[in-house]
């Protein structure tokens, strides 16, 4: 049953053009490392927080991970923790540091009964 980690949180207010370039060299790296680093890892997507109303962006941002299941999520924290070995370098290109860490939010999902949901 996949297991989702969503983190919201606010760049910091004079690093927004950093923070959108890290975010995309991000999805690169992961991308290109999925197989060795990320294995454990479904998907992951990327969303602004805008206004029902006016589609005017908040300033919030949001990532979804999704991973094959909760021990798979509990294995990469654990073998990343503290960034060693290959995680050394993927830390550089860890999105964090253009954060507003006051801001950071983070909530965990699981799928709910299965097969119930919608793909069109």
Do not use: N
Not at 33 to 58: C, I, L, N, P
Not at 61 to 79: H, Q, S, V
Not at 109 to 117: F, H, Q, R, T, V
């Amino acid at each position: 049953m996949s297991f989702f980690a969503l983190e919201t949180w606010i760049p910091l207010p004079d690093k927004k053009v950093d923070h959108d370039d890290m975010i995309r060299r991000w999805f690169v790296y992961v991308e290109e490392h999925q197989k060795e680093m990320f294995q454990e890892w479904k998907s992951a997507r990327y969303f602004k927080e805008v206004d029902r109303e006016t589609g005017e962006h908040s300033g919030r941002y949001m990532m979804i991970f999704e991973y094959l299941d909760r021990e798979g999520f509990l294995a990469y924290k654990e073998r990343r923790k503290d960034w060693s070995g290959p995680y050394a370098e993927y830390k550089k290109v860890d999105p964090y540091q253009f954060f507003r860490l006051d801001t950071v939010t983070e909530t965990f999902w699981e799928s709910g009964e299965e097969p119930l949901g919608l793909a069109f």
